[in-house]
C-alpha cells in the first residue's frame, strides 16, 4: 500500500508499540532484513553531500535585517530535516525487536554544551517537532531549548536519569542496562525512561560549525532507536567554474550522515536527501508549513 497524506487518527494494534506502530506491509525481503542484519552497527550507511550556501546566507541577512536574530544555520538543517521527514516518511521509521515501525512523532536529539569551554559539562536536549512546522516555529523551539538549559544549574529529564542510574554500583547498573535492553526490544520500556532517552528519537543533529571544524561520520547507538546521524561544519570557500566559464569563489558547507539502512532503500535515500538538498539551497520554502503531510504505508 502506497504512502498517503496524514488524515486520521491511528488505534493501537497488536503488534504496535507506544513510540511508533508495526509495518505490516512491507515486502518479504524487508522484513527479513532485520534478522539478517541484526544491529546497527551492521547496517550503517555513510552518506557525505556539500551544499552551496550562497543562497542560504543571502536569506538569512534578509531575516537578520528584517529582526529575526533566532534564525541561523542550525535552525536551518533542522527544519529542513523535520520538513524532509513530513515528506519522505520512511526516514522516520526504526528497527526494535528485529521488526521496523513507523514512528509516531518527529524528534531530534542535540548535544547542548552549557559554554564554549574544553571544561564546561554538557547535556543533550530533546526537541519535539510538529511535521508541519515552519522554519520559524522550529527556531523557537531551539532557542527555547536552549535557554532552559545553558545554565551550569539547570537539569533536565535526561540529566536526573541518568543522575538516578550512576548512583548505582556497577553490576546493579549493568543488570538495569541489560533490563532495559530486552524491555526496548519487546516494546515494553517504561514511559518515563522513553522521554528522557535521547537515543530514542529520529535524528541526531550536530553543529560542528559552531566549534569551527568539519562534520565527522558518527556511529549509530545500539541502544534505542535512532536511525539518522547528521552533522554539518564549518563555512568553506572554494573557487568553482561559473556557467559563464569564470571563476567564482562560493561557500560550501559540508553534510555527513550516518543511517540505518534497513529502515528503506538506497533509491528512497537518495530521493529524500536530494529533497533536503533543495531546501537548503531554497530556504524560503521553509517559511510556509507543508501543503500535506505525507503518512508512511500500513
Known sequence: MREQEAAKVRRRRLGDRSDGRLLRTLSPIYQMIPYIMRTRGDAQDYFEDRIDIGPAEAWLRRQRAAGRTDLGYLALFVAALVRTMSQRPRLNRFVAGQRIYARGEIVFSMVLKKRLHQDSPETVVKLRLDPRATIFDVARVIEEAVA???????????????????????????????????????GLLPGAIHRASPFHVSAFVTDLGSLGVRPIYHHLYEFGTVSIFLAFGAKEREQVLGADGRVEVRRFISIKVVNDERICDGHYYASAFKYLRGLLRQPELLEVAPERVVEDQE
Open 148 to 186: 532552559a538549559n545553558r545554565s551550569e544549574a539547570a537539569s533536565n529529564e535526561t540529566d536526573r536519569t541518568a543522575r538516578l542510574f550512576t548512583a548505582v554500583p556497577g553490576p546493579l547498573l549493568r543488570g538495569a542496562m541489560w533490563l532495559l535492553r530486552l524491555l526496548d526490544f519487546h
